[in-house]
């Protein structure tokens, strides 16, 4: 782990197999640390939101969930066109109950 200790893809994966494994402490470190080297992953916040709910920190998640949502639409103001960029916001709709925004965004 050292050595990939700044490779995103290999913390996300880590992430998730702790996610999947229900440590989430452990995952919401990761999913923290490649949320800052990439911050246009909308997985990294989702997850992340995702972990802090599992933890039953709400208000953590709601708090990732919002970042997300102001990030990727300053992002889309750019480039209105780009998929990724639609996807995350509708990862953040999604994760703060926005349903109906959500699904026209996907």
């Known amino acids: 782990m050292k050595k990939d200790a700044s490779d995103p893809e290999f913390l996300f994966g880590l992430g998730e197999m702790y ?17 800052n080297l ?30 997300a949502l102001n990030y990727f639409k300053n992002a889309l103001k750019k480039d209105q066109d780009d998929a990724a960029l639609m996807f995350g916001l509708a990862e953040a709709q999604y994760g703060l109950r926005q349903w109906i925004d959500a699904s026209r965004t996907y």
């Not at 996610?19 to 995952?27: D, I, L, N, V």
């Not at 990439?38 to 709400?58: C, F, H, I, N, W």
Request: charge should be positive.
């Open 19 to 35: 996610f999947r494994s229900k440590k989430y402490e452990k995952a919401k470190e990761l999913f923290a640390r490649v949320k």
């Open 38 to 67: 990439q911050p246009s992953r909308a997985m990294a916040y989702t997850r992340l939101g995702e972990t802090l709910e599992k933890r039953g920190d709400v208000q953590k998640a709601v708090l990732i969930y919002t970042e």
